[in-house]
């Protein structure tokens, strides 16, 4: 990019032309100079009669001229440099002298010629035609030297594009009236389609001269750092030059040089539009690669907030977990000594089974942090949701801190992507503790209703429109923001904690996860005063009552019929035990397989099968997936339900596990298995 433009928004002025674009501009030329020598010496010849001709070669040149100025104008609005005004303004006078040459050619109408009195003017408007490219271009090449070029004042550019509207109408108009009024005191240059005099006067080589300068100016001004225009700018005068050679070899209309030349002339007139529509495809490829790249990072950001959040939350976890093992082991321990206390017994086995299901909801929730998905909005209570995720915020914030919630009872349901409503949530909490004096630190969490009124900036990026909405607020007792860091709170990797205690991310999803569902966050704090982070979030169609959640009497159990039989295949020898005689328990008939391996061999055998019940990842190169394609090969009909303890997403990215394969995720109570294998049975 030229020094001189250096900061300013891209345009074809300041963008420098790629190699591919070079070696376009060059072998056009090469190839126009090549075609102008090859016909030089048939210039002269008569060529063949085209009715029409002038009229449709003059409109093209009109309209392409008229979209180049327009371009131009339109880059100068953006760029704003003095050299590319001029430049505009003179592409905008070579349009209107081409139209006004135009209504100068007898024929276009019934009653002759609408402009001038004969094809001296036609001549004439010819010459100032192709004076109008050298001209601007000899004015755009003087103004770029040094290294910063003119600009116009920001306020000023709508009275500057006006003014040079208007210069360039008036010099047509100027050089229209010399055309026609002035010819008396003009060199003679056409005698009916015999234009000799052009050549023989000076004032055709003398164009021609111009022409060259211009090309050579604009080669001195732009060698060293070339722009897309300069690079174009440059074709334009070369074609136009080539122009000028063939139109004064063939000396008269419809020859060959005649012809050719109005061919080169409209290529050069193209030039500069040629370029401007192939940036704007180079753009819009530029702009599909950005948006592809701003998706993957935006991905890769929350995916990393994600993470800070589960940092944050290792020393809780840990806690919690060894809390709820010890639950376990004890009960174990307790039993084995006195196994013959049933009553005793039998309230152990509850405590350690209800620390079990703890520790698998805890785990739920770790794993659908750490997901990698794309947002999956669903119509969700929040309040079930706070509730639910109420034991993983106590765990982050430990037990000196005082937690409560208050729940407003009617709260509206919002459409949300609950994990990501659960993180920003936590990454509030955990800022909060952060910010707590070390005695008597107090987090409140509410929820309320509330309509929100009209912004009064609606067309500010942070508006969001009027209507209902659902708040919920976190309010801590620490030691609040001043108006300087609140401004930045919500920026990625901006923190006012030590190195190495938090990366700046925590906030920036909250802000990202409403701003995504359609809402906002507010923020109240001052020194010493705590702080109130608020997140609003529309309020979305009421919850229908699901016969899943409903308070009926239980389904019962549903147990084998005779003789059916289940393939259960695990690689884990105490999961694989545990399985076997809860499947017993129910009244299957089991037969129990370590690998893919062991069940095939089974499944070519005579034993019945009428349900595989498989892990889906087990070493040996075959998972639970491709298990189950190969037993439908060898039996037909089999019904098949899969189980892990990865979740759903994780199944279907590293796994491939198709979406309507039934899952039962670890770990399960006997309930859940009779369950679904009553509905894959019932799928089967």
Same mark, same amino acid.
């Given at each position: ?8 928004? #891209? ?78 303004? $003179?592409?905008?006078?070579?349009? !209107? ?34 004076? /109008?490219?050298?001209?601007? #271009? ?42 026609? /009024? ?9 005698? /009916? ?10 004032? %055709? ?105 589960? %940092? ?27 196994? @013959? ?90 800022? =909060? ?8 630190? &107090? ?18 990026? @942070? !508006?969001?429109?009027? %209507? ?9 007792? *620490?030691? *609040?923001?001043? =108006? =300087? ?98 499947? =017993? ?11 893919? *391996? ?9 034993? &019945? ?26 039996? *037909? $009909? ?14 279907? $990215? ?19 298995? #009779? ?8 799928? %089967?």
């Amino acid at each position: 990019m030229d020094p001189a433009f250096r900061g300013q928004a #891209a345009t074809i002025v300041t963008e420098p032309p790629p190699r591919a674009q070079r070696r376009v501009a060059g072998w056009l030329c090469l190839l126009a100079a090549l075609a102008t020598l090859c016909l030089l010496p048939l210039a002269a010849r008569g060529g063949p009669v085209l009715p029409g001709f002038m009229l449709i070669h003059q409109t093209a040149l009109v309209i392409t001229y008229g979209l180049s100025a327009w371009v131009l104008f339109a880059q100068f609005r953006r760029a704003r440099s003095v050299p590319l005004l001029l430049i505009a303004g $003179g592409t905008l006078y070579t349009t !209107a002298i081409v139209l006004l040459q135009l209504l100068s050619v007898p024929g276009i109408v019934p009653a002759g010629r609408l402009l001038g009195a004969g094809p001296e003017t036609t001549t004439w408007l010819w010459t100032f035609w192709h004076l /109008g490219p050298p001209a601007c #271009a000899l004015a755009y090449a003087l103004t770029l030297r040094g290294e910063q070029t003119r600009l116009v004042p920001s306020g000023a550019g709508r009275l500057a594009v006006a003014t040079a509207v208007l210069a360039a109408l008036v010099a047509a108009g100027l050089s229209a009236l010399l055309a026609t /009024g002035g010819l008396p005191w003009l060199p003679h240059q056409v005698t /009916g389609d015999d234009y000799t005099a052009l050549t023989t006067s000076g004032v %055709g080589p003398a164009v021609q001269l111009l022409t060259v300068v211009a090309l050579l100016a604009v080669w001195w001004a732009t060698r060293r750092r070339p722009s897309v225009l300069d690079l174009w700018l440059g074709v334009s005068l070369v074609l136009l030059v080539l122009d000028n050679f063939l139109t004064m070899a063939g000396s008269a209309r419809a020859t060959v040089g005649w012809y050719v030349g109005r061919i080169e002339a409209l290529a050069s007139a193209f030039a500069i539009l040629w370029a401007y529509l192939h940036e704007v495809d180079a753009l819009r490829a530029r702009a599909e690669a950005s948006a592809e790249e701003a998706a993957r990072a935006g991905a890769a950001l929350r995916q990393a907030q994600k993470m800070e959040a589960i %940092g944050r939350l290792t020393g809780g976890i840990a806690h919690d977990f060894n809390n709820l093992l010890m639950v376990v082991t004890s009960g174990f321990e307790m039993i084995r000594r006195r196994p @013959e206390d049933q009553a005793r017994t039998i309230k152990l086995a509850d405590a350690g089974l209800e620390a079990a299901q703890r520790g698998a909801r805890l785990t739920r929730q770790l794993l659908t942090f750490a997901r990698r998905q794309n947002l999956r909005p669903e119509t969700v209570n929040l309040n079930a949701s706070l509730l639910d995720f109420e034991p993983l915020v106590r765990r982050a914030l430990g037990e000196a801190v005082e937690f409560h919630f208050t729940l407003h009872p009617a709260l509206h349901p919002a459409r949300i992507d609950p994990g990501e409503f659960e993180a920003a949530v936590l990454n509030l909490v955990v800022n =909060a503790r952060d910010a707590l004096p070390p005695q008597n630190g &107090r987090i409140l969490v509410t929820t309320r209703n509330e309509r929100r009124a009209a912004p009064a900036q609606p067309q500010a990026p @942070e !508006a969001v429109p009027a %209507g209902d909405y659902v708040v919920i607020s976190v309010v801590d007792n *620490g030691t *609040g923001m001043d =108006a =300087a860091t609140r401004a930045q709170v919500f920026e990625p990797f901006f923190t006012t904690k030590e190195f190495g205690k938090g990366s700046g991310l925590g906030l920036s999803q909250v802000w990202g996860f409403a701003r995504s569902a359609g809402g906002t966050v507010e923020i109240a704090s001052a020194p010493g005063q705590g702080t109130t982070v608020e997140i609003w979030l529309p309020q979305a169609e009421r919850l229908q009552p699901s016969a899943e959640h409903g308070t009926g009497a239980a389904s019962p159990l549903r147990r084998a019929d005779a003789g059916e039989t289940v393939l259960a295949v695990e690689d884990e020898p105490a999961v694989l035990a545990a399985v076997t005689e809860n499947l =017993a328990d129910l009244g299957y008939r089991v037969l129990a397989a370590r690998n893919a *391996g062991e069940a095939l061999a089974i499944l070519r055998g005579p034993e &019945r099968v009428d349900i595989l019940f498989s892990d889906v990842v087990m070493p040996g190169g075959m998972n639970g997936v491709q298990l189950a394609v190969e037993a439908g090969r060898l039996r *037909g $009909g089999l019904r098949v339900l899969l189980t892990s303890g990865y979740t759903d997403e994780a199944l279907a $990215g590293q796994h491939s596990v198709p979406s309507d394969v039934p899952i039962l995720t670890k770990p399960y109570r006997r309930e859940e298995l #009779a369950e679904r294998l009553q509905v894959a049975r019932r799928n %089967g």
